[in-house]
């Protein structure tokens, strides 16, 4: 190998492993962010349950609380592309009009399977009647994409529950909340009733171990090339000249 050669792939293996060990902080920095999270939201679930028509809605995220009211089945959002046990399926949200309280609340009644993960016969999944809907407080943000809504065949579906899209496709004011229903004896099969979030390290830690380690390669790699010309002239004997030439016939 020549020294021009040598010297690239030591600057490649050396910008290698910085990249790699940046990447490592990163991930390094979002499992901590993470964590904080998860120590945050079990705080909030650990509450004892609370009506949300008495509380102020903000302050109930990732708790468990209940709400009583009706379900506006004429205004459902349908959000597409989702998986449950490896099946593909939709989302169904449905507002529910709560009583005592001049608004709504978006209601995630669970997981419906289907086969494309979009298309959802909604009049088989109706709840009539006034419901007490128990489940965890979920807070309803703003998404870059706005939801991103497709219509098609007279169905409109959404890739997310974005704020300002619900709040502009409903008639009354709904909570910057959305409550994730959980199962209960006497609910219908459909929607599947979706368990609370899993509070875990996520691919973070995995995700670090694997950049340090690709790092460490890059590092060793680069050490390599810089002994090996140095094991080469330990190797050649001090002063020796070129071979004598054969004999001549």
């Known amino acids: 190998m020549s020294p021009r050669t040598r010297l690239v792939l030591l600057v490649l293996l050396i910008a290698t492993a910085g990249v790699c060990i940046r990447l490592g902080l990163w991930q ?24 949300l028509a008495s509380v102020p ?13 009706e379900y506006d089945h004429a205004r459902e959002f349908v959000v597409r592309g989702q998986a449950h046990r490896e099946q593909p399926g939709v989302l169904v949200a449905t507002p529910l009009r709560m009583e005592g309280r001049d608004a709504a609340v978006l ?42 809504p497709i219509t098609r065949a007279a169905r409109t579906t959404w890739r997310g529950l974005d704020s300002a899209a619900v709040a502009a496709a409903l008639p009354y004011r709904v909570l910057p909340v959305v409550i994730q229903q ?3 004896s006497g609910l219908a099969r459909l929607p599947r009733r979706l368990p609370p979030p899993t ?10 171990i694997q950049w340090f380690a690709f790092a460490t390669i890059a590092i060793v790699g680069a050490f390599g090339l810089i002994a090996r010309p140095r094991r080469s002239m330990a ?15």
């Open 28 to 51: 390094l920095a979002r499992l901590r962010e993470r964590r904080a999270a998860n120590a945050t939201m079990s705080a909030a679930m650990a509450l004892p349950e609370t009506d």
């Open 182 to 184: 959980v199962a209960e």
């Open 107 to 148: 209601v995630v009644r669970g997981f419906v399977p289907a086969a494309d993960a979009t298309t959802v016969d909604l009049d088989t999944l109706v709840e009539p009647g006034v419901r007490t809907v128990r489940g965890t407080a979920r807070p309803l943000s703003p998404r870059d994409d706005g939801g991103a």
């Open 57 to 69: 809605s903000p302050g109930v995220a990732f708790r468990r609380v209940r709400a009583r009211g």
């Open 199 to 208: 509070l875990d390290d996520g691919p973070h830690l995995s995700y670090t």
């Open 235 to 249: 190797r050649a004997p001090s002063g020796a000249g070129p071979p004598p030439p054969p004999p001549a016939a």
